[in-house]
């Protein structure tokens, strides 16, 4: 069988970086260590004025591009994952083709394009379609190019406010890749959930707290359906745990889950038993509510354990580098998570060719994804390849004033006039809604 996987994989960040704990926390009236310790993150980054969906995703498609040594014809096939979409009929991908146009020889006349909605989810589901277009051979020996672009931006004052970022990860869809294999196992939890939506309208409603627990509840669902289909999970069967990652917080309440369950009734829980007992079982309370307050214990004793400690820092810490950088990507945050795993074993040295992942994307909405990815030959030298510090290095520092300007400038309800700004040339940039997106 055809292996088919991600192949090349590109990053465009925001330009700027408003840093949490010491510009918002001050001004919001907070302890900066909701950030650090609570929340996980260093600072968000935002798009600058003549930044927007558009641009941050061509812009990250050219360099995947440029890299990989491409022309439009050997793309088949365009999708663009977003929930900051601007337009109700027009896909994403049609603006971002059109922008390469710009700069290529040839065009994407014949390349099937998109646009893919399930919230944070459809990152990962436009790879799906790539997977299930290659697989079925309808490619034509063509790649397929996924691209994650989203503002995830808050109403000022939400609680959200505090995990905003901007962002895009562009990925080439092959077969026989050089990145990633992925798994034809998957498993899924879904269910019809209202705890963050954008019925016509930019920012989201959000019920914040009762989001985490729905992304922890449809997580362990779609864990539980992976297995269903994949076999028993073991927290050694896999190198790195990249997870939708909100904020870094989030992944911690998951994680620990996640290390629960898949020590059920494996040598890890008996290991474990001296020290802080068995699991509970359901069937040994008499309520589910006992039941529930039972494994909360169990996972704050679990928590304090060398072995979650051990295991936590090697296979969940790494994929948390970009993220507590840069904030949420929405579509784009289960893709940076891998990228950060794939970086770490990069800068320790370790040969990873063989070595498994176990991928757990989230949508709220909702539905959680889980599958394998198995990592192929090369792909040390194409993470190399990707100057992710540089990026996030450049970026340019906002104050909380500049910070609220910039808020308004992407607020589609309102109109700010920006006196003075200079684009930069070499880049695809946002000149206003008549001209559209451009190359300078
Ligand atoms: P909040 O009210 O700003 O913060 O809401 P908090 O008071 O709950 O504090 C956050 C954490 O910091 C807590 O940790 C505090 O204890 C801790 P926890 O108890 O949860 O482990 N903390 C401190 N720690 C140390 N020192 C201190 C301190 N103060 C507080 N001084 C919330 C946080 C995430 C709810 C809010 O930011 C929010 O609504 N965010 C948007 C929704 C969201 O991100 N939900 C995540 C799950 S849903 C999802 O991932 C999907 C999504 O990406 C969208 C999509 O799919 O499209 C959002």
Redesign the pocket.
């Known amino acids: 069988m055809t292996a088919v996987g991600i192949d090349a994989i590109e990053i465009w960040t925001g330009k700027l970086r408003l840093d949490l704990p010491n510009t918002f926390a001050p001004e919001k009236g907070e302890?900066p260590?909701?950030y650090t310790?609570?929340?996980g993150l260093a600072s968000s980054s935002f798009p600058d004025v003549y930044e927007d969906i558009v641009t941050m995703g061509a812009n990250a498609a050219k360099r995947l591009m440029d890299r990989e040594g491409l022309a439009p014809d050997d793309i088949g096939r365009i999708d663009v994952a977003t929930?900051s979409a601007f337009d109700n009929s027009k896909p994403v991908s049609t603006y971002i083709a059109g922008c390469l146009e710009q700069v290529y020889d040839g065009d994407f006349h014949h390349a099937n394009k998109g646009e893919r909605k399930f919230?944070?989810?459809s990152g990962t589901q436009s790879i799906d379609d790539a997977y299930n277009w290659i697989k079925a051979g309808r490619h034509r020996g063509r790649a397929a190019l996924v691209i994650a672009t989203d503002t995830?931006l808050?109403e000022r004052g939400?609680?959200?406010e505090?995990?905003q970022g901007a962002g895009a990860v562009a990925m080439l869809i092959t077969e026989n890749p050089s990145i990633v294999e992925l798994s034809t196992e998957q498993g899924y939890g879904s269910a019809d959930e209202t705890?963050?939506l954008k019925p016509n309208q930019q920012f989201?409603s959000?019920d914040?707290?009762r989001?985490?627990q729905?992304?922890l509840a449809r997580m362990r669902e779609a864990l539980e359906d992976y297995e269903s289909v994949a076999g028993d999970t073991h927290p050694d069967d896999f190198e790195y745990i990249p997870f939708?990652t909100?904020?870094p917080?989030?992944v911690?309440?998951a994680a620990v889950l996640g290390f629960r369950h898949m020590t059920r009734d494996t040598d890890v829980e008996d290991e474990l038993a001296d020290e802080i007992g068995m699991q509970p079982r359901e069937s040994e309370y008499d309520t589910w509510d006992d039941y529930e307050e039972a494994i909360r214990a169990y996972m704050d004793d679990l928590k304090e354990t060398e072995q979650y400690r051990e295991w936590y820092a090697t296979t969940i810490e790494p994929t948390l580098s970009i993220s507590r950088n840069v904030g949420?990507w929405?579509t784009g945050?289960v893709h940076i998570a891998r990228l950060s795993a794939l970086r770490d074993a990069l800068e320790r040295g370790d040969e990873l060719a063989g070595k498994r992942m176990l991928v757990g994307s989230?949508?709220?909405?909702a539905q959680a994804e889980i599958h394998a990815e198995t990592i192929v030959d090369g792909w040390a030298e194409h993470v190399e390849a990707i100057d992710v510090d540089g990026q996030l290095d450049r970026r340019q520092d906002i104050t909380y004033d500049e910070y609220e300007l910039i808020h308004d400038v992407h607020n589609h309800a309102k109109e700010v006039d920006v006196e003075e700004f200079t684009a930069p040339e070499s880049e695809f940039v946002f000149t206003g809604w008549g001209r559209m997106n451009e190359r300078r």
């Open positions: 302890d260590e909701k310790k609570g929340l929930e919230a944070c989810l995830a808050y939400d609680p959200g505090a995990t705890d963050f989201p959000v914040g707290k989001s985490v729905v992304y939708h909100p904020f917080g989030m911690r309440k949420n929405y945050s989230y949508g709220s909405g």
